[in-house]
């Protein structure tokens, strides 16, 4: 019986050691930055007969999913950006899709110069913790490269070249393919 009760007490103290710490007074807590100012609805609307498809990368368990939607016509990069940076759909949501550019940067822009899409962020001022860059900057690279008239993506800010990962890690600060996010796709 003795025994018993040494396991016991043994037990409860392991428990009641495991875990976080309680502190003496609630503190705030500081949510990463809102990335991208929104002026779409909570609902985005898709146009599911449009006349056109276009390509959108998403998140999926660490993997990239091509996404294919429906438009009227022919978006402009800057707007098929834009549509990236909104995020999934509702309905994509509910098949698991996410994304990874929530707290990458505060802003994206795109330019077309030549073939290459030149897209210019703004980086977080916030360490937010991520570790998903590959994601994010894949979501863009294979989104832009699936656009007929776009050959690379070259991102910048402050109008340099920005090194940012590659599926396998790497570093570059040059143009970027769908090739060197093809690891990290998903095929649906």
Known sequence: MAATAVVAATVLLLLGACGV???????PVTPPPVPFPSTASAAPTVAETGAVTEMLYF??????????????????VDAQLRGLLAGPTPAERDDGLTSALPGAF??????????VAQVTVVLTAVDTGRSDGRLAYGQ????LSARTDVNAVLFLEGGAPLSVPRADGSLSSGPLTAGDYAVLINPR
């Open 59 to 76: 998140a999926s368990d660490d993997r990239l999913v091509p996404v294919i939607r429906r438009v009227d016509q022919v978006s402009a």
């Open 21 to 27: 710490p309680a502190e003496d007074k609630p503190r």
């Open 140 to 143: 863009i690279v294979c989104t």
């Open 106 to 115: 505060t802003s994206a822009v795109v330019e077309l110069v030549d073939g």
